[in-house]
């Protein structure tokens, strides 16, 4: 329950909702789609937030395109990556189930750039296979691919083709020594270095989707990095990433609470960073766990 995630920060977050929905990236900030979609996950089953709830989930509804995307401004709708966001924040709510459904259309019908690779191609990874770009008309990269593959599954399509072609996507794109970048394993021969962002995203989006043998050395990296991790986007997503394959330590709540606490010597956190450590803190099993559990939806 939200109750459990310490009111201070949960009164922090709510601060940020604006009057006319949605929320800010920061304290008497302008609306953002992103900010908005992750503070409807981190305010999810808190009965004092229904309204404020209800009001934001409008507010990305009345700035979705026609046809279903939800972009991060009115004046760039190419990028619209927050509609996987979108599809979250939508999801058993019974007044947004039309919004939902269409922005799942969208990422059905969209896709990154692809093309066949050749024998002299800089990087090793298959630039075939389809997944999702964060703007459109560039190439598909991993941190968008997980983020629409996990909106997908929410909405009940797990087993399309589309999920099941970015789980390819994914599976070439991990390191040979174990976890992901933005998306390029080789380059020029080169291994190139994981990063925990954006290997807990991955292994999120692959809970279901895989084998753990095909993931264990991704976790073994990970399990080596996430107790030194001090920023709030790189521990939230390890987090999440760890407990979806029930490997996450003992120590959690402990590394949430100090990474919180940083914030007293660095300044406050965006909205998107908040916001995913609560959701980190209040689902042990992975993201998904706050959609299978009634009372945190």
Known sequence: MVEDLGSFWVNQLKDRGLPDGGFSPHPRGRYRADATGWAILA????PASR???YRARS???ADQLPDGRVCISPDHPEAAWPTSLAVLAWHQSPGHRENQARAADYL???SGRHWPRTADAPSAHDTDIKGWPWIADTHSWAEPTALAMLALKIAGYGGHQRVQEATRLLLDRQLPQGGW????ALVFDQELRPMPLSTGLVLNALKDQTSLATIQRSLTYLHSRVLSLPTPRSLGWSLLGLGAWRARPESSPNLIDACLKNQARY???DTDSLSLLLVASKSPGGLEEIFSDPEKS
Do not use: Q
């Open 43 to 46: 305010l999810a089953g808190d």
């Open 51 to 53: 309204d404020l709830l």
């Open 59 to 61: 507010r990305l509804a």
């Open 108 to 110: 059905l019908a969209s």
């Open 181 to 184: 970048n933005y998306g390029n």
């Open 267 to 269: 300044g406050g956190y």
